[in-house]
């Protein structure tokens, strides 16, 4: 059975760079079947995907966040990462990690960690 | 437009019929997908492509598309059906991502 687990700090100051990790289990992330994603959720309101990647180092980011945001993957540790930079209280979310299929009509998420709360404050 | 538009919510009494729908011109060359959320939880996918119904979902969930609208349909509504229920697609490719804004189903 796949799991994920996201892992980082809780607590960012604003202005620095939050910084996650996702650990993979049950499953390679070299799979060349499979891309990999983060998204977000802000307390109390909707879902923002954020980036994905492939192990390859392939990687698609949402146009409002592109600036901001690093997706890498560490494939001897079977994790992704995932880099946000200039923070504010506004980034404060539930962030969740993500198996991805990469499926023609539509790129979809399948398997999700159990997500972690990030706060953006001083 | 990349946007996916959803009712922020629906109620409807146990053994009921709900049907949350989601519009977005993206839906009218992509896949819709759905996701079930439940308070504390992550998003659980409960219909794929539109109308596939994943490995252990319960047949009281369909989905159905119509041009730019796509719905899904809860039939028999319990009340472990309350929930927020997110539709995704993509827009621009199929690799880029976009959620609806999500809706709450009330089982009064």
């Known amino acids: 059975q796949l799991q994920l687990q996201e892992s980082g700090p809780g607590l960012v100051k604003p202005s620095e760079t939050l910084s996650l990790t996702c650990s993979v289990s049950g499953g390679s992330i070299s799979s060349s079947s499979y891309y990999w994603g983060w998204i977000r959720q802000p307390p109390g309101k909707g879902l923002e995907w954020i980036g994905s990647?492939?192990?390859?180092?392939?990687?698609y980011y949402n146009s409002s966040l592109k600036s901001r945001v690093t997706i890498s993957v560490d494939t001897s540790k079977n994790q992704f990462s995932l880099k946000l930079s200039s923070v504010t209280a506004a980034d404060t979310a539930v962030f969740y990690c993500?198996?991805?299929?990469?499926?023609?009509?539509?790129?979809?998420?399948?398997?999700w960690g159990q997500g972690t709360l990030v706060t953006v404050s001083s | 437009s990349s946007e996916l538009t959803q009712p922020p919510s629906v109620s409807v009494s146990p053994g009921q019929t709900a049907r949350i729908t989601c519009f977005g011109d993206a839906l009218s060359r992509r896949y819709a997908f759905w996701y079930q959320q439940k308070p504390g939880q992550a998003p659980v996918m409960v219909i794929s492509?539109?109308?596939q119904r994943p490995s252990g979902i319960p047949e009281r969930f369909s989905g159905s598309s119509s041009g730019t609208t796509v719905t899904l349909t809860i039939s028999g509504v319990q009340a472990e059906d309350e929930a927020d229920y997110y539709c995704?697609?993509?827009?621009?490719?199929?690799?880029?991502?976009?959620f609806g804004g999500g809706t709450k189903l009330t089982v009064l």
């Open positions: 995704q697609s993509a827009a621009s490719s199929d690799s880029y991502v976009v």
């Open positions: 990647m492939y192990y390859g180092g392939r990687t």
């Open positions: 492509k539109g109308t």
């Open positions: 993500a198996r991805q299929i990469p499926s023609v009509g539509g790129y979809y998420f399948d398997y």
